[in-house]
C-alpha cells in the first residue's frame, strides 16, 4: 500500500530534484506495465515536446471531427485544477479525443467529479488517471491566506482545500508543500469515496498517478502509482 504520506514525499522529491527528472523511472508492478507503457509514458512523451517546444500540429479539420463523432476512447483521464494556465491537452501535447479531462478549482472533489471519474473508468475503461496541481496555484494560495470567505460555494472549497493542507505549520507556510498535500489528497479521497475506482486499482485495470505542472517550465513531475486502496479521507 501507498500510504497518503508516502506519495507526497515522493512528489516532493521528484519536484525539488528537476535535474535528474530524465533519470527518473517509476518503480511500476508487472500488472502495471502495460498501462505504464501505454497512456504515462505518452503523456511524459508529450509533455517532453510541450517542454522543448517540438509540440506537433493538432488535426483539426473536418475528417478529425467527423471520426470523433463515433463513440470516444480517450486514452486517459487528467483531473486537474480550473486555472486557465493549466490547459492538460496542450501541457502534454495531445488532440481532439485523446483526454477525458475533469478540471475543478484546486482539483476538488464533488459528487460531480467523482462520477465523471467513476464514468471514465467503468463505461469508457480508461486505464490510466492523473491527478495534477500546478505552480502557483491561486485555489491552493486563497485556502492558506483566507480569514473569511463570502457564500457557501467557496466556503466548501476552500475547507475542502485545507483539509489536505493543514498538515503542518511549516507546510502551510510553503505553497508548493501545500499544493503537494492537496493533490495526495485528492487522490486519497478518491480512493476512499469510491469503491469503483478502488476496483479498479485493486484489480489492475486503473493506475492513478498524482502531478505536479511547472508553469514557467512546462514541465510535469509525477510520482509513482497508487497501487492500494488510501486509508484517509478529509471529512
Known amino acids: 500500500m501507498v500510504h497518503s504520506q508516502t506519495l507526497r514525499v515522493r512528489l516532493a522529491r521528484q519536484v525539488g530534484a528537476v ?41 483539426l479539420g473536418t475528417p478529425t471531427r467527423e471520426a470523433l463523432a463515433k463513440p470516444q476512447n480517450p486514452f486517459a483521464m487528467v483531473l486537474s485544477c480550473s486555472d486557465s494556465r493549466v490547459p492538460p491537452e496542450y501541457i502534454f501535447s495531445v488532440g481532439l479525443g485523446d483526454l477525458l479531462v475533469i478540471r475543478s478549482a484546486g482539483e476538488v472533489l464533488d459528487k460531480s467529479v467523482t462520477a465523471s471519474l467513476e464514468y471514465g473508468a467503468r463505461h469508457l475503461n ?72 478502488r476496483r479498479g486499482v485493486s484489480e489492475g485495470t486503473l493506475q492513478i498517478v498524482g502531478a505536479y505542472y511547472e508553469v514557467a517550465t512546462g514541465r510535469v513531475m509525477f510520482s509513482e502509482p497508487v497501487l492500494a486502496p488510501a486509508t484517509t479521507a478529509r471529512k
Not at 502495460?34 to 522543448?52: D, H
Not at 466556503?155 to 505549520?169: D, E, M
Open 126 to 197: 480508461i486505464p490510466l488517471l492523473v491527478v495534477m496541481g500546478h505552480e502557483s496555484c491561486d485555489a491552493v494560495q486563497t485556502a492558506i491566506d483566507s480569514t473569511t470567505v463570502e457564500g457557501p460555494n467557496l466556503q466548501y472549497l476552500v475547507k475542502a482545500i485545507r483539509a489536505g493542507t493543514n498538515r503542518s505549520a511549516s507546510e502551510k507556510k510553503e505553497l508548493r508543500g501545500a499544493i503537494l498535500a492537496n493533490v495526495e489528497q485528492v487522490i486519497n479521497d478518491a480512493m476512499t469515496g469510491s469503491q469503483i475506482l
Open 19 to 59: 535535474a535528474a527528472l530524465c533519470c527518473l523511472t517509476l518503480q511500476v508492478p508487472l500488472a502495471q506495465e502495460a498501462v505504464r507503457t501505454g497512456g504515462l509514458a505518452r503523456l511524459k512523451s508529450g509533455n517532453e515536446r510541450f517542454v522543448r517546444n517540438t509540440s506537433a500540429s493538432v488535426s
